[in-house]
């Protein structure tokens, strides 16, 4: 009789990216491939985001060294990314746990931010409450540095896209010197002012305004413009016709439905709920609100300068990652393997300052609305109240007269009466 010979199929891996790019992904991506086909594992990575989870036919490709091996150092994501955020129906009537079953797979890993965080934790509980025997790792991802990682630890992608930011902020700012105009740059940031405080700081911007900032008083576009006046008006007295004001978008998130009508401006919303503020420019608003200003007669304002909008927003999400996020990012990968082999599921994968690999468990960092809450700058924190207080250039008590020139109301544009601090 003919021998018959039976192959076990491989255990594998499923890989998804959610929410938007950032650098590093593809460096996670080939790390953890490269590790666990050398553990003999197939790799798959998942198309879609968590829309291949809850689809019957979903959109996969099987990693290999190759693959790995092509990516690992390049900027953008080999998966094809999504926000899709499935609804609690979608678990009972969508979920493909068919899939992970007919590819032999052992392990979820996830790639994402906040939202896709929080929707990893909603995995794990769906998986655990099943009794389905499949583990569940998250590696967080975010330029926006807002994930409450211990120690502050950066999340990967941030470091990167603030180099970069970094290094157009400084050609806008010697532009503005060049120029001798003003410039408003605003960046990305929905729920933290991370990337706004570390490009403006890195390059010597005089004023950086961030939600965090509104501490102790509500955010208002008028404080948010006279913050920026307060900078123009300083450095003209000191004899300096140029500067520039950076700005996280994450102040439109904090302004009251009010606020925000009495603006003018009329946002659209994604499937989150948050205002889609990639489709509009937010230097530009600024740029015509603090010029409007002005120009306004009843402002009382004698200034003459001339001020330019700079958007950053998408040039940071897909370049390479720099050398920071290329280690940290191959550290990340190479700790899922070691989480999966130690049997940890339902945790993200945490690297400490001296390279330990840690997990840190979804459930402990979640608020009380199932949620995790994102990570704020801390503004009384040393080294913000030194960029404030030494590189910033703003109206105080001691300018006043001085103001006069430009101005009948300085006390308006005094940045600590603005901010009641």
């Given at each position: 009789m003919p021998r018959i010979q039976i192959f076990a199929m491989k255990r594998s891996v499923v890989i998804l990216a959610g929410g938007g790019p950032a650098p590093g992904i593809n460096t996670v991506i080939g790390s953890i491939t490269k590790t666990f086909i050398s553990h003999e594992y197939r790799v798959l990575g998942l198309h879609g985001g968590y829309k291949g989870i809850f689809s019957e036919t979903p959109e996969y490709v099987e990693l290999d060294f190759k693959i790995a091996d092509s990516i690992f150092n390049k900027g953008g994501s080999y998966l094809i990314m999504s926000r899709y955020k499935p609804a609690d129906k979608d678990f009972i009537e969508k979920f493909n746990?068919?899939?992970?079953?007919?590819?032999?797979?052992?392990?979820?890993?996830?790639?994402?931010?906040d939202d896709t965080a929080s929707t990893a934790n909603r995995i794990a509980k769906f998986l655990a409450d099943h009794d389905y025997k499949i583990s569940n790792i998250h590696v967080p991802k975010t330029i926006d540095n807002d994930l409450p990682l211990p120690d502050n630890r950066p999340?990967?992608?941030?470091?990167?896209?603030?180099?970069e930011g970094s290094r157009?902020?400084?050609?806008?700012?010697?532009?503005?010197?060049?120029?001798n105009n003003w410039f408003i740059l605003s960046t990305m940031g929905r729920s933290a002012g991370h990337l706004a405080f570390g490009i403006g700081s890195s390059a010597h911007y005089p004023m950086i305004v961030i939600p965090e900032m509104f501490n102790k008083s509500t955010i208002t576009i008028d404080k948010i413009v006279n913050l920026a006046i307060s900078a123009i008006i300083?450095?003209?007295?000191?004899?300096?016709?140029?500067?520039?004001?950076?700005i996280?978008?994450?102040?439109?998130?904090?302004?009251?439905?009010?606020?925000?009508?009495n603006s003018g401006i009329h946002f659209s919303y994604d499937e989150h709920e948050h205002p889609e503020l990639g489709k509009v420019s937010k230097a530009h608003i600024?740029?015509?609100?603090?010029?409007?200003?002005?120009?306004?007669?009843?402002?009382?304002?004698?200034?003459?300068?001339?001020?330019?909008?700079?958007?950053l927003g998408y040039e940071l999400r897909c370049q390479h990652p720099v050398?920071?996020?290329?280690?940290?990012?191959?550290?990340?990968?190479?700790?899922?393997?070691k989480l999966f082999r130690e049997n940890k599921t339902g945790c993200m994968v945490y690297i400490t300052h001296d390279g330990r690999v840690e997990p840190l468990y979804l459930k402990d960092i979640q608020g009380a609305n199932g949620k995790i809450p994102?990570?704020?700058?801390?503004?009384?924190?040393?080294?913000?109240?030194?960029?404030?207080?030494?590189?910033?250039?703003?109206?105080?008590?001691?300018?006043?007269?001085?103001?006069?020139?430009?101005?009948?109301y300085p006390e308006q544009y005094d940045f600590k009466k603005i901010l009641n601090w």
């Open positions: 746990i068919d899939f992970f079953k007919s590819n032999n797979v052992d392990l979820l890993v996830t790639i994402g931010g999340t990967f992608g941030y470091e990167s896209a603030k180099s157009i902020a400084a050609t806008v700012y010697e532009d503005a010197r060049t120029s300083k450095r003209t007295i000191l004899g300096i016709n140029y500067g520039a004001v950076a996280s978008e994450g102040v439109f998130h904090e302004l009251s439905d009010e606020e925000i009508k600024f740029c015509e609100m603090i010029e409007n200003k002005i120009k306004d007669k009843s402002s009382k304002l004698r200034l003459k300068n001339k001020i330019r909008p700079v958007e050398a920071f996020d290329l280690v940290y990012c191959t550290e990340l990968g190479i700790g899922v393997y994102p990570r704020k700058v801390d503004i009384n924190s040393e080294s913000v109240q030194t960029v404030i207080y030494n590189i910033f250039d703003y109206i105080g008590e001691d300018d006043y007269e001085a103001a006069l020139t430009y101005t009948d």
